[in-house]
Nanobody, 121 residues
Framework: QVQLVESGGGLVQAGGSLRLSCAAS????????MGWYRQAPGKQRDLVAA???????NYADSVKGRFTISRDNAKNTVYLQMNSLKPEDTAVYYC???????????????WGQGTLVTVSS
């Protein structure tokens, strides 16, 4: 009933930049927090950055100063600007949104399909 569609992944050299986008659509009533997670091969999925509807942000220590999360509440879209990329940033990046959807205000906890970011050294 709610879909998250990510875009913007790809291959980039170390030191380069990429911008990820994630748009939520469907019977959304309200989205509270939106975030980006990443999962490298053989590792668990970890939080990269999150942002609330009010604009409060939270970042993993490993990306502070390099990544910036932002959102357009009117478009239910979240962005992740990634600068100074490192090979260790290579992972599948997933978008997440929580809030409420549908006429009965069901709890929303939706995930995108993931977009691969590869940083070459």
């Amino acid at each position: 009933q709610v879909q998250l569609v990510e875009s913007g992944g790809g291959l980039v050299q170390a030191g380069g930049s990429l911008r990820l986008s994630c748009a939520a659509s469907g019977s959304i009533f309200s989205i509270n927090a939106m975030g980006w997670y990443r999962q490298a091969p053989g590792k668990q999925r970890d939080l990269v950055a999150a942002i609330t509807s009010g604009g409060s942000t939270n970042y993993a220590d490993s990306v502070k100063g390099r990544f910036t999360i932002s959102r357009d509440n009117a478009k239910n879209t979240v962005y992740l600007q990634m600068n100074s990329l490192k090979p260790e940033d290579t992972a599948v990046y997933y978008c997440n949104a929580d809030g409420w959807y549908g006429p009965r205000l069901n709890t929303l906890d939706a995930w995108g399909q993931g977009t691969l970011v590869t940083v070459s050294s």
